[in-house]
């Protein structure tokens, strides 16, 4: 395959493993500094955790949640070349609980849903899909509770609380060059 990229695991059981994924247009990894802190942020809930990567891309995001203990992560791409990539890089390393679909994002979360505790949306940037993603997770039922949900945008799109539904708390939030990475959790008590 011409054009191929690499991206590295940072932690766990895979360290410093790199993985191939194509050359394709508006694929952008999110970079090992904000990957690094993120996966800080969010220590305390991956290992067992149920996660879902909807714009999954390079796989940088499902690897490390699998590679620092996920039970199971679930990598939707609508690009056939990306899928392909993501179920090569599967073989390599024989993870359990990896899921590998080919849909768009919005088609999947239209599907009967199953609750994930972590939600990893890095959508292709200046494409609005990330408000339809946070709609449909919401009302789907795609959400556990609590839920963790890691949003990554456009720096000058930002995230202001009044784009998140009810029940959404920005958790932390931080920018890095041109890119604003938000961890949000959703925690709605039952009555």
Known sequence: MNGLNQVRIIAGQWRGRKLAFPDRPGLRPTPDRVRETLFNWLQPVIPGARCLDLFAGSGALGWEALSRGAAEVVMVDSDSQVVR??????????????????????????????PFDIIFLDPPFRQGLLAGSIQQLESGGWLASPAWIYMEMETETGLQGSDLPAGWEVFRSKKAGQVSYNLAKRNLRLA
């Open 85 to 114: 990539s993501l179920e090569e890089s599967g073989k390599q390393l024989a993870p359990q609980g990896l899921t590998v679909i080919r849909s768009t994002a919005l088609d999947y979360l239209a599907g009967p849903a199953k």
